[in-house]
C-alpha cells in the first residue's frame, strides 16, 4: 500500500524559509506524477508546484521564484523549498502522487507570522 507522509511544516516568520518533505513508501516514488497543494482555512485546496517524473516542474504564479520542488529518488522523497514566505503563504500543505491512482499525504501546516 502506497503512502505518503509529509513533514517540514511549522511557524516562521514573514521573509523566512521553510522546507516541506513528502516521503512515499510502499512504491518506486520516481515513477509518479508528484503535486503539492495548499488549503488555507475557509479556501479550496490549491495547486503550488508539481514535478513530473523526468524533473521537469510548474509552479503558480504567486511562488515563481521564492519555491522550489525537487525530488530525491534515491530517498523516495519530493521536496518543497520555501522562501522568502509571506503571511498569504499560511495554510494547510498537501503532498499529492497520482501513477494511475491518487494519494494524499496528511498534510502539514504552516503558519507564516507578520
Known amino acids: 500500500q502506497v503512502q505518503l507522509d509529509e513533514s517540514g511544516g511549522g511557524l516562521v516568520q514573514a521573509g523566512g524559509s521553510l522546507r516541506l518533505s513528502c516521503a512515499a513508501s510502499?512504491?518506486?516514488?520516481s515513477q509518479w506524477f508528484v503535486r503539492w497543494y495548499r488549503q488555507a482555512p475557509g479556501k479550496q485546496r490549491d495547486?503550488?508546484?508539481?514535478?513530473?517524473?523526468?524533473?521537469?516542474?510548474y509552479y503558480i504564479d504567486s511562488v515563481k521564484g521564492r519555491f522550489t520542488i525537487s525530488r530525491d529518488n534515491a530517498k523516495n522523497t519530493v521536496y518543497l523549498q520555501m522562501n522568502s514566505l509571506k503571511p498569504e503563504d499560511t495554510a494547510v500543505y498537501y503532498c499529492?502522487?497520482?501513477?494511475?491512482?491518487?494519494?494524499w499525504g496528511q498534510g502539514t501546516q504552516v503558519t507564516v507570522s507578520s
Open positions: 495547486i503550488v508546484a508539481a514535478i513530473g517524473s523526468g524533473g521537469s516542474t
Open positions: 510502499g512504491t518506486t516514488f
Open positions: 499529492n502522487a497520482v501513477l494511475g491512482e491518487s494519494i
